[in-house]
């Protein structure tokens, strides 16, 4: 059975629209608790878009389930997670002008930058997972590094889902989440999951964890914050 982590990232995105106190991403973390979230995830950027430091030291003072930090291979954000001793960090690629993350994090291109960064968090007792499209050399070199998980990218498979070609998409993840376990890591993945297309994914074999965002932001506008992380936890059950 798949864990469910919620990312509340864009709860955060509404509040610097304004600069102001609200909605504070804290509260929308206990709601995702209360509707039965496993994890909370949220990404500090280095351009603070959304999530702040504050964010994450309170978060990390008052969520009950796992807390997973998303962050890039950026020295000011590692100090951060280290002083804020997060659990789990997952290391993702950044790029200031992109609306979210638009791909895997390129590890077999450079290697000793992310290595470093790997060596680093464990040495601070964090646990450590990549963001990684669902390439065998990505897998296979994530898997020298000694990361303890790899989050498959989910996001071909979820555009794929509004063009009738999800198939083939699926079938990729499938085989790379065959590879991941047989390299011994834990198995997540997440990126354009929603409540229509999350299903397949949540049933690949050895998924432990799902990482979803907008969609059950999106959702919660309608319907609540516990409504909506509960109608998305039924779904990955």
């Given at each position: 059975?798949?864990?469910l ?11 610097q ?9 804290v509260?929308?973390?206990?709601l995702?608790?209360?509707?039965g979230?496993?994890g ?59 609306l979210t993350?638009?791909?895997?994090l390129?590890?077999a291109?450079?290697?000793?930058r992310v290595?470093?960064f790997v060596r680093r ?15 065998p ?5 994530a898997?020298?590094l ?9 996001g ?7 063009s009738?070609?999800a ?7 499938q ?17 354009g ?5 999350v ?6 074999e ?6 979803i965002?907008?969609?059950?932001v999106?959702?919660?506008v ?16």
């Amino acid at each position: 059975m798949a864990e469910l982590g919620v990312n509340i990232d864009h709860v955060a995105t509404v509040r610097q629209a304004r600069e102001t106190y609200e909605p504070d991403p804290v509260w929308a973390a206990v709601l995702a608790e209360l509707g039965g979230a496993d994890g909370i995830t949220l990404h500090l950027r280095e351009d603070r878009r959304h999530i702040q430091e504050r964010d994450v030291h309170i978060l990390r003072d008052t969520v009950a389930v796992k807390l997973n930090l998303e962050m890039a291979c950026n020295d000011d954000v590692l100090q951060i997670a280290c002083r804020a001793k997060v659990p789990q960090v997952t290391l993702v690629p950044e790029r200031r002008e992109e609306l979210t993350t638009e791909g895997g994090l390129d590890v077999a291109a450079q290697r000793d930058r992310v290595a470093d960064f790997v060596r680093r968090l464990q040495d601070a007792r964090i646990v450590v997972s990549l963001f990684l499209d669902p390439e065998p050399r990505q897998i296979d070199a994530a898997a020298e590094l000694g990361v303890n998980a790899v989050e498959l990218h989910t996001g071909q498979y979820a555009h794929a889902s509004r063009s009738g070609t999800a198939g083939a998409e699926l079938s990729t993840l499938q085989a790379a989440g065959r590879l991941v376990r047989q390299r011994g890591l834990l198995l997540h993945a997440g990126h354009g999951l929603t409540y229509r297309n999350v299903r397949p994914i949540a049933s690949i074999e050895g998924m432990r964890e799902l990482n979803i965002g907008h969609s059950i932001v999106a959702r919660a506008v309608m319907v609540g914050m516990k409504e909506a992380v509960r109608e998305m936890k039924e779904l990955v059950v």
